[in-house]
Antibody
Framework: EVQLVESGGGLVQPGGSLRLSCAAA????????MHWVRQAPGKGLVWVSR????????TYADSVKGRFTTSRDNGKNTLYLQMNSLRTEDTAVYYC??????????WGQGTLVTVSS | QSVLTQPPSVSAAPGQKVTISCSGS????????VSWHQQLPGTAPKLLIY???KRPSGISDRFSGSKSGTSATLGITGLQTGDEADYYC???????????FGGGTKLTVL
C-alpha cells in the first residue's frame, strides 16, 4: 500500500522559511516522479511542483518559482519542499503526491503551513 | 483562474446520475491523460479515475471517466449521500510544463 506522510508545517512569519518533508513507503520511491500540491483554506487544489525520479528535472508554478525548491533523497525515500520568502498567500495545506503521467495518483494527508505575523 | 474549467456545483437526487465536465485545451486534456479526485469535507483528496478512464482498485464502478477532444467528463451513477464532496480534474499541460487542476465541483445529493 502506498503511504505518503508529510511533515514540517507550522506557523511562520512573512518573509520566513520552512522545509516540508514527505516520507514515502509501500512503493519504489526512486522510480516515480513526485508532486507538491497545495490548497488554501476554503479554496481548490493548486499544483506547486513536480520532480523527476533522479531529481534532474524540476518544474514549478509561477507563483512559487524562485522562492520554493523541491528536492528528493531516494536513499531516504523522502521528498522535500524548501519554502523561502514566504508570503501570507502561501498559507495552505501542502500535499505530496505520487505521479502518474503528469497527474497526482496517490496523496498524503497534508501538512498545514500558516504564514502570519 | 484555473486552466481547466469545471462547473462550481452540480446536484441530483439519490439514485440518479450526474456528470461533471472539465474543459481544457489541446496542450493539456486533448493530449494527456486526465485524472479525477474526490475530496470529502476535511480530508485529503482521493484518486477516483486515472489514465482518463481507469478506476483504482477499490473504487466503485459507479464512477467513470471519459474524454472527447479538449474536454473530459466524470460520471457518477446511483448517487448516494456519501458521494457529497468536491471533485477535481487534473492533467499535465505540455506547453506550459506544469500540472493543472480544475477549480473543483461541489456535488450535492439532494
Amino acid at each position: 500500500e502506498v503511504q505518503l506522510v508529510e511533515s514540517g508545517g507550522g506557523l511562520v512569519q512573512p518573509g520566513g522559511s520552512l522545509r516540508l518533508s514527505c516520507a514515502a513507503a509501500g512503493f519504489t520511491f526512486s522510480s516515480y516522479w513526485m508532486h507538491w500540491v497545495r490548497q488554501a483554506p476554503g479554496k481548490g487544489l493548486v499544483w506547486v511542483s513536480r520532480i523527476k525520479t533522479d531529481g534532474s528535472t524540476i518544474t514549478y508554478a509561477d507563483s512559487v518559482k524562485g522562492r520554493f525548491t523541491t528536492s528528493r533523497d531516494n536513499g531516504k525515500n523522502t521528498l522535500y519542499l524548501q519554502m523561502n520568502s514566504l508570503r501570507t498567500e502561501d498559507t495552505a495545506v501542502y500535499y505530496c503526491a505520487r505521479d502518474n503521467w503528469g497527474s497526482p495518483n496517490s496523496w498524503g494527508q497534508g501538512t498545514l503551513v500558516t504564514v502570519s505575523s | 483562474q484555473s486552466v481547466l474549467t469545471q462547473p462550481p456545483s452540480v446536484s441530483a437526487a439519490p439514485g440518479q446520475k450526474v456528470t461533471i465536465s472539465c474543459s481544457g485545451s489541446s496542450s493539456n486534456i486533448e493530449n494527456n491523460y486526465v485524472s479525477w479526485h474526490q475530496q470529502l469535507p476535511g480530508t485529503a483528496p482521493k484518486l477516483l479515475i486515472y489514465d482518463t478512464n481507469k478506476r483504482p482498485s477499490g473504487i466503485s464502478d459507479r464512477f467513470s471517466g471519459s474524454k472527447s477532444g479538449t474536454s473530459a467528463t466524470l460520471g457518477i451513477t446511483g448517487l448516494q449521500t456519501g458521494d457529497e464532496a468536491d471533485y477535481y480534474c487534473a492533467t499535465w499541460d505540455s506547453s506550459l510544463s506544469v500540472g493543472v487542476f480544475g477549480g473543483g465541483t461541489k456535488l450535492t445529493v439532494l
